[in-house]
């Protein structure tokens, strides 16, 4: 008895904490995933080229091989307009899954941007840029390995009768849905080694229906507020301060910290470099409010125009007795190919 009804306040554990985030996936490394952060960052790059991708796993203690696991790659690249200005051109691919049901959701995404510069010469400049993003998108889950408390024979077993659930539509359990999104950055580079930036995106505009029942349930909008920068604190280290936030529907969450990177090249205009940060995040109560959901680590190493980062959120939410105290961690890549154009300083270097 004792142990089915564990099982039954950890998946309502589950429902509620994951409210969060459920709505759309989130990266703590959101700095190495840009194109799920902001559209109007496509092509805002250095180099000519960017290839990235995101691995994410949270909650293996308390969900095991049910886990939710989160997956990203994406590439981007710019294009010289002028002799000062950018398209940026770009595609995603995400995909999102968890639970017995193998609840999952898979979006191929094409995102656009124009970057133009507002003032400045070719070692400092402002620009403000454009973005805009087009998605199509599948949402599935298996009804087969569903539980319904109908099902639930009161002595911690599991019964294999069907399921009792008569709002489900059984030919709707795997569709497509369209997705729109845009955005706007604005960036200002003082030199090689000091810049900083904000930017607002909206996504789901077209609020598209995701319900898997007889009914329409419309995906909220989102909104996105990111900013952070780059400051020299003393030659070969700089801070990297950041800050992002999320408001979807009645959920809010807000993710703020920073980095220190230590350049390791023998010249401080070479891109070799290793950090370290720490951020905290909180997120909406099911009961309204906000409160402290994860204390965050976070580490990268940058050779060239290679890059890779680990971090690790330590739950510090009521959760954190099903999931053992532990947390989730996170795996991210970035790759960049210049090519032979040269045309100084651009962008900042998330």
């Keep these: 008895m004792k142990k089915g009804l564990r099982s039954l306040l950890l998946l309502v554990a589950l429902s509620v904490s994951g409210s969060l985030m459920s709505q759309d996936i989130h990266f703590s490394q959101f700095y190495m995933s840009p194109l799920n952060l902001n559209p109007a960052l496509t092509g805002v790059l250095n180099c000519k080229t960017r290839m990235v991708v995101n691995y994410r796993n949270q909650w293996s203690p308390a969900l095991v091989s049910n886990a939710y696991n989160t997956y990203s790659a994406s590439y981007d690249q710019k294009v010289a307009v002028g002799r000062t200005d950018y398209f940026g051109i770009g595609g995603t691919l995400w995909g999102d899954v968890a639970g017995e049901s193998r609840f999952g959701t898979t979006q191929g995404r094409f ?43 009161g002595n911690g077993r599991w019964m294999n ?59 909220y909008s989102k909104l ?42 023998a010249s401080r205009t070479q891109n070799q470099s290793w950090q370290i940060g720490g951020w905290y995040r909180i997120g909406t109560k099911d009961t309204g409010g906000l409160h402290s959901d994860a204390i965050i680590i976070s580490t990268r190493f940058n050779s060239g125009q290679f890059g890779i980062g680990f971090s690790y959120d330590s739950t510090v939410s009521k959760f954190q007795q099903a999931a053992n105290f532990n947390g989730s961690f996170e795996f991210s890549m970035s790759y960049e190919i210049c090519g032979p154009e040269r045309r100084n300083v651009y962008c900042p270097r998330f």
Excluded: C
């Design 161 to 219: 009768s069907d399921p009792m659930e008569p709002f489900l539509d059984a030919n709707n359990l795997d569709f497509l849905f369209a997705d729109l999104g845009a955005g706007l950055l604005f960036f200002n580079v003082m030199d090689k080694r000091n810049n900083y930036y904000v930017g607002l995106a909206m996504a789901h505009l077209n609020q598209a229906n995701i319900s898997f029942y007889q009914d329409v349930v419309s995906l």
């Design 111 to 153: 995102s656009l941007s124009y970057s133009k510069r507002m003032g400045g010469y070719r070692q400092s400049a402002k620009y403000l840029v454009v973005g805009a993003d087009a998605a199509v998108t599948q949402r599935r889950i298996r009804d087969g390995d569903l539980r319904w408390p109908t099902q639930h024979d």
């Design 224 to 265: 996105t507020v990111h900013a952070g920068g780059q400051f020299e604190m003393k030659p070969k280290v700089s801070i990297l301060p950041g800050f992002v936030a999320f408001f979807q529907g009645e959920q809010r969450e807000i993710n703020l910290g920073t980095s220190v990177r230590f350049a390791l090249g």
